[in-house]
Structure formats: structure tokens, C-alpha cells
């Protein structure tokens, strides 16, 4: 599945930006779940926020809760994630992901975080975000 995310930019610290995920056409969102990661320089790829297809249930890491805000709409095909609160440190290369969906249960249950990085097959092109005054 292609995707492309969109909306990053230079915002200075509690700021807001609102990132869009838009799969192709020729796909349809209702079967995905996506998921939002990062990658700062020198640092590993890290999830930022998830939203499963079949129940809409969103997952937030611990640095971003309260502050970012995961949605999506499948008629237009796409995932949005709203960041408000910015801080220094959330600047980073932010890539969306997609797969097609289980229940978060099916994760759980054995143990892994449906959030994992690794359970996603199909990645975009990253977009920058920079926090800074």
C-alpha cells in the first residue's frame, strides 16, 4: 500500500502542527491500521501514536499524551495526527505506516504492542518536523 504523509514543518516550542497520512486511491483505508513513528538524528525509530481500523482505538506513547491527538477519515483516505504543546524534542523525521488490521487483541494476547513498529509492513516518505525559537 503507497502512502504519503504531509504537514511537517518549523513551528517554535508550543506550537501546533497537524500531520495528514493519505493512502492511494486505489486503496482503502477502512482496512488499515496506521501507525505514526519518528526518527530523530542519531536516535532509533520510535512510535509516536496508532489508531487501529477496526474499532478506531488509538495507542499513545507516554511523551505525547495529552499533547497529540490521532483521528482518521476514511473518506478522504486518511490519518491525521495533531500535535499541539511542541516541544524541542519532538523534532524529527515523522513517517506514517500501515497494515491490515487485527483487533488489538491479537497483539496483546501473545504479548506484543500493536504499536510496534515491526508490525507494520508498508511505509511512507518521512515528513520534517523542527521545534525551535
Known amino acids: 500500500v503507497q502512502l504519503q504523509a504531509s504537514g511537517g514543518g518549523l513551528v517554535q516550542p508550543g506550537g501546533s502542527l497537524k500531520l495528514s497520512c493519505t493512502l492511494a486511491?486505489?486503496?482503502?483505508?477502512?482496512?488499515?491500521?496506521i501507525g505514526w513513528f519518528r526518527q530523530a538524528p542519531g536516535k532509533e525509530r520510535e512510535a509516536v501514536s496508532c489508531i487501529s481500523a477496526v474499532d478506531w482505538r488509538p495507542i499513545y506513547v507516554d511523551a505525547v499524551k495529552g499533547r497529540f491527538t490521532i483521528s482518521r477519515d476514511n473518506s478522504k483516505n486518511t490519518v491525521y495526527l495533531v500535535m499541539n504543546s511542541l516541544k524541542t524534542e519532538d523534532s524529527a523525521t515523522y513517517y506514517c505506516?500501515?497494515?491490515?488490521?487485527?483487533?488489538?487483541?491479537?497483539?496483546?494476547?501473545?504479548?506484543?504492542?500493536?504499536?510496534?513498529?515491526?508490525?507494520?509492513?508498508?511505509w511512507g516518505q518521512g515528513t520534517q518536523v523542527t521545534v525551535s525559537s
Open positions: 505506516a500501515a497494515r491490515i488490521d487485527n483487533h488489538y487483541s491479537d497483539y496483546e494476547e501473545v504479548g506484543l504492542n500493536p504499536c510496534s513498529s515491526g508490525l507494520f509492513g508498508s
Open positions: 486511491s486505489r486503496f482503502t483505508l477502512d482496512h488499515y491500521a
